[in-house]
C-alpha cells in the first residue's frame, strides 16, 4: 500500500490506494468532483433548511394574524348584534307608545261618546213629551181667559166651579210633568226667559228696565224654556 500526495491547487490531497502516477491529473479531477459534489449537497441542504425557516416563520405570521383578526372579527360581529339588537329595541319601543297613544285617545273619545249619549238619553226622556206638553200650554191659556171673564159670576156656579176644576187639573198635570210656569211679573228683563213684544214708559223708577206686564206666560220642562213669556218693559 503506497500514500500519494497530491497538490491540486495549492491544497494537498493523500490517496492511501495504490498510486497511479501515469495519470494523475484524472485523481485530482476526481478529488475534486466530490469535494463540489460534497460542497453541493451542502449548500442545497443549507438552502432547504433556509427555505424551510421561511416558510415556518411566513406560517407563524400567518397564524398570528389569523388569531389577531378571529378576536376582531367576533368583536366586530358581537357589536354589530347588539346595535341590532338596540335598534330593534328601539323601534319597538316607538311603536307601543304609538299603540299606548292610539289606545288613550280611542279610550277618551268612547269615554266623550258614552257621556254624550247618556246625557241625550237622560234628556230625551226628560223632555220626552215636550211636544205634547207644548200643544196643552194654549188650552191652558183659553182657561185662563176664560176664568178671567168669569170674574163677575157667582163662585157658586156650577159652570165656574167645572171649569176652575178642569183648569186645576191641568195645572197639576203639568206639575206633575215638571213643567212649571215662568214668573215674569215686575222682574229684571232676562232674554233667556223673556220676548219683549214692546216698551212703555215705567210707571214707578223701580220698575225701569223690568218687566210691567205679561202678555202670555211662558213656561220651563225640567229647566229648560219649552214656551217664552211674552212681556212688556217699562224704560
Given amino acids: 500500500m503506497s500514500i500519494c500526495l497530491l497538490d491540486l491547487r495549492g491544497k494537498f490531497f493523500v490517496n492511501t490506494t495504490s498510486c497511479n502516477l501515469k495519470n494523475p491529473k484524472k485523481m485530482a479531477k476526481e478529488n475534486m468532483n466530490k469535494t463540489s459534489g460534497k460542497e453541493k449537497e451542502e449548500a442545497v441542504k443549507n438552502q432547504a433548511a433556509e427555505n424551510e425557516e421561511k416558510v415556518t416563520e411566513e406560517v407563524g405570521d400567518e397564524d398570528v394574524k389569523e388569531d389577531n383578526e378571529e378576536p376582531r372579527q367576533k368583536e366586530e360581529k358581537k357589536k354589530n348584534k347588539k346595535d341590532k339588537k338596540e335598534q330593534k329595541t328601539k323601534e319597538l319601543e316607538a311603536k307601543l307608545d304609538e299603540l299606548s297613544d292610539k289606545h288613550l285617545r280611542l279610550q277618551a273619545e268612547f269615554d266623550n261618546f258614552r257621556r254624550r249619549t247618556i246625557k241625550e238619553k237622560t234628556d230625551l226622556i226628560k223632555s220626552g213629551g215636550e211636544k205634547v206638553l207644548s200643544e196643552i200650554l194654549p188650552v191652558i191659556d183659553d182657561f185662563e181667559r176664560a176664568i178671567h171673564s168669569m170674574k163677575e159670576i157667582p163662585d ?13 187639573k191641568f195645572k197639576d198635570f203639568l206639575k206633575q210633568h215638571n213643567v212649571k210656569e215662568i214668573d215674569a211679573l215686575h222682574q229684571d228683563f232676562d232674554v233667556d226667559y223673556h220676548e219683549a213684544l214692546t216698551k212703555i214708559p215705567a210707571p214707578d223708577e223701580k ?5 210691567v206686564d205679561v202678555v202670555q206666560k211662558g213656561y220651563t220642562l225640567n229647566d229648560k224654556v219649552i ?4 212681556v212688556v218693559v217699562g224704560e
Avoid at 220698575?207 to 218687566?211: A, E, Y
Avoid at 214656551?227 to 211674552?230: D, G, H, I, N, V
Fill in 227 to 230: 214656551r217664552f213669556a211674552k
Fill in 207 to 211: 220698575l225701569k228696565g223690568k218687566v
Fill in 156 to 168: 157658586d156656579d156650577a159652570g165656574k166651579q167645572g171649569t176652575l176644576l178642569i183648569y186645576s
